[in-house]
């Protein structure tokens, strides 16, 4: 059997000793309240991130540059309109939506609440109406999110509930329902509830696509635990709750259904991608602008990512925490996707905050979030000024040198944080959370399991202890 290190119940964030005295953040998460402290924070963040949108709220929607130089840009407003919505049309039977049935159930619900409002202010309040509910998601997932850590570390949700990237991007999209439904998802299993993991991941997948990521991960640690009977039981629930929202809208509206995937398919390179940078420099094969070569570049790079992540998992000479494959899965999808919008940043904060609980290299990374979020906004203005001939007053933006900097700044902070993940996987005494003696508190079954399936590229090394770690014999 192996020995674990003894627990500590106040570790700092960054994973050094911390004092006991009161300043200690771990005192503070008691005195304060922690669940109300979370709940407290959360709507804070999500009033600044309504705060931020003011400027789009009194008018600037109405002209292209102005919600570009305010930075109050979002996707809810002008799509209450361009989907139809604003005339009565119901999502997939009435027009056809780019997005999963519950971003479109959601859309129809708030133009429901709002089909009573004067037509001059209705897409205003639509606005307002979405905020609404993505608040109660926002707060959910830093709940949801604080249940997947060990109990004397849930103060560092707040991380997620006070993600400066996150709060600026909280309403440029849907993206908070399926944070939150993922969310609920992990701290589910977290619980050992492998059928509610299933349902929320599979409600999450309806939402948005990129949760299926979570599957993948969930199928190698159970592959090497031998607890592939949860994995398909967890699964099942998942296809039968996606089945479920999903079977009435196919049967009633399949080409309307449909409009997401192939959307997705027929997408050329776009903003925020590293291959809008490859093929605005025509960089030879990889900046190919054929849709084709593009889709197989793509699909390329993430199979092998996903396998040198699979390599990991099964061949690690201790078993990864569920949330670090969870992370490195996402951003390997992120990175080669043809396509990374600002808001998708929301998707990888729960899940960095859960991989990787220290504070430094998470800042670097929202800084660079941060960055690309004024930076896509002023190479827009440029965009618009030069190419279309538009006369903007006020901040001209940015050229496309500077707009490319901020996205090579994301893409490289975003695999600066992969690869402290991949370290800590490699040498587990330098993650925060076994350092302390912990196994995988977010992994439900997985915590504390033996290896049944361990792939050994070296003979050398330690045995493997049942619990993970390294055999004290």
Request: proline share 6%; net charge positive.
């Amino acid at each position: 059997m192996g020995v674990d290190a003894p627990r500590s119940t106040n570790a700092r964030f960054d994973g050094e000793a911390e004092s006991t005295g009161p300043a200690g953040p771990v005192t503070l998460w008691v005195v304060l309240g922690g669940t109300s402290m979370l709940l407290a924070a959360s709507v804070l963040g999500m009033a600044l991130a309504f705060a931020e949108k003011a400027p789009c709220r009194s008018g600037a929607w109405y002209s292209y540059p102005k919600q570009f130089q305010d930075a109050c840009y979002t996707d809810i407003f002008p799509l209450y309109y361009g989907e139809g919505l604003a005339v009565g049309k119901v999502p997939y039977t009435g027009h056809p939506v780019e997005y999963p049935v519950l971003i479109g159930g959601a859309m129809q619900v708030a133009a429901w609440l709002v089909r009573n409002v004067s037509e001059v202010i209705r897409g205003r309040e639509f606005f307002d109406v979405t905020a609404g509910l993505l608040t109660v998601c926002a707060v959910v997932a830093v709940l949801a999110t604080a249940r997947a850590l060990v109990p004397d570390r849930r103060w560092a949700a707040l991380l997620v509930a006070l993600s400066p990237a996150l709060i600026l991007n909280a309403f440029v999209n849907w993206d908070l329902i399926a944070m939150a439904l993922t969310a609920l998802g992990i701290a589910a299993w977290a619980a050992r509830r492998g059928a509610w993991a299933g349902l929320w991941l599979g409600l999450a997948v309806a939402a948005k696509f990129y949760p299926l990521v979570i599957f993948g991960p969930l199928l190698l640690l159970c592959l090497r635990t031998g607890q592939l009977r949860e994995f398909a039981k967890t699964f099942a629930a998942a296809v039968t709750a996606w089945l479920a929202v999903n079977l009435p809208v196919m049967i009633a509206a399949p080409s309307g259904w449909a409009t997401f995937y192939t959307f997705s398919k027929n997408r050329y390179a776009d903003w925020g991608s590293i291959w809008y940078l490859l093929e605005h420099f025509n960089l030879p094969v990889l900046g190919s602008p054929q849709l084709g070569a593009l889709n197989r570049l793509s699909a390329l790079f993430l199979a092998a990512a996903v396998a040198a992540i699979a390599v990991l998992a099964l061949a690690a000479p201790r078993r990864p925490r569920l949330p670090q494959l969870c992370f490195l899965m996402l951003a390997a999808f992120l990175m080669t996707n043809k396509v990374w919008s600002p808001q998708y940043v929301i998707w990888l904060v729960p899940l960095a905050v859960l991989a990787r609980p220290r504070l430094w290299p998470y800042v670097l990374w929202q800084l660079a979030e941060i960055g690309y979020f004024f930076g896509i906004w002023g190479y827009l203005i440029f965009v618009y000024r030069t190419s279309q001939g538009g006369v903007v007053t006020g901040y001209q933006g940015i050229s496309t040198g500077w707009y490319f900097a901020v996205l090579l700044a994301r893409f490289l902070a975003v695999a600066l944080l992969s690869a402290y993940v991949v370290r800590d996987i490699l040498y587990p005494e330098r993650d925060v959370v076994r350092a302390h003696g912990f196994d995988d508190p977010a992994g439900g079954i997985l915590d504390q399991a033996g290896d049944r399936l361990r792939i050994r590229l070296s003979r050398k090394g330690p045995p493997v202890s049942r619990a993970g770690g390294a055999s004290a014999s």
